[in-house]
């Protein structure tokens, strides 16, 4: 049951920044937004997570409307080792089955 | 933290052997996933455990798999017979309680001929 859009492809010049847009509108108060990137044949990889504010870590940036039902995840300077998939999830705290991965976006940085 | 490690990496096997991954999550997490990925079905949750008590299983797909944790560092997910349909990267995550986010696993690629 999937709670989230995304853009199933994106492509992004090197050195710019690549905004990854998500839709969850009918996210829910308790829910977090996380977003996930996964490179061939590697394991999932957690990026960042927010409820409500913005967030910013080393690896991106993430921006959620005051209405809470979109987010975008910013990598400011994209490089060629961010080409990966790209996936935006919802999840309530102390949940477990929740944790739905969709098909996410598939970015690929352009030399 | 040598984050989650899981083994094999690789395990090709012939149908109706009996097959066994293994995981080892990040001490001190409480939650432990095992999840499958295909290209036709992407990422698929297929249970879950929590304080080495598995809590939602509805996610494996047949009597075929089965998956236990006896301790708190060590998983296994058990595949007896395996099916050429069973080939597939399977990976194993851990997580703290709360909104923490998962750690995966480098996955095993299982490939059943």
């Known amino acids: 049951d999937a709670k989230t859009t995304q853009p199933?492809?994106?492509?992004?010049?090197?050195?710019?920044?690549?905004?990854?847009?998500?839709?969850?509108?009918?996210?829910?108060?308790?829910?977090?937004?996380?977003?996930?990137?996964?490179?061939?044949?590697?394991?999932?990889?957690?990026?960042?997570?927010?409820?409500?504010?913005?967030?910013?870590?080393?690896m991106a940036s993430l921006i959620i409307t005051e209405d809470r039902k979109s987010s975008t995840l910013i990598l400011p300077h994209a490089t060629l080792r961010d080409t990966a998939v790209y996936?935006?999830?919802?999840?309530?705290?102390?949940?477990?089955?929740?944790?739905?991965?969709?098909?996410?976006?598939?970015?690929?940085?352009?030399? | 933290d040598a984050g989650v490690i899981q083994s094999p990496r690789h395990e090709v096997t012939e149908m109706g052997q009996e097959v066994t991954l293994r995981c080892k999550p990040i001490s001190g997490h409480d939650y432990l996933f095992w999840y499958r990925q295909t290209m036709m079905r992407g990422l698929e949750l297929l249970i879950y455990f929590n304080n080495n008590v598995p809590i939602d299983d509805s996610g494996m797909p047949e009597d075929r798999f089965s998956a236990k944790m006896p301790n708190a560092s060590f998983s296994t997910l058990k595949i007896q017979p395996s099916e050429p349909r069973d080939s597939a990267v399977y990976f194993c995550a851990s997580s703290l309680v709360g909104y923490s986010p998962l750690h995966f696993g480098n996955g095993t690629r299982l490939t059943v001929t």
């Not at chain 1, 509108?25 to 977090?32: C, L």
Request: charged share 10%; aromatic share 12%; glycine share 10%.
């Open chain 1, 8 to 58: 199933p492809s994106m492509d992004c010049a090197e050195g710019r920044a690549a905004n990854l847009p998500c839709n969850h509108s009918t996210i829910s108060g308790n829910e977090y937004v996380y977003w996930y990137r996964q490179i061939h044949s590697q394991g999932p990889q957690y990026i960042i997570h927010g409820l409500k504010n913005n967030e910013t870590n080393e």
């Open chain 1, 87 to 111: 996936y935006c999830i919802v999840r309530a705290p102390n949940t477990g089955n929740q944790f739905y991965f969709g098909t996410g976006t598939s970015l690929t940085v352009i030399p």
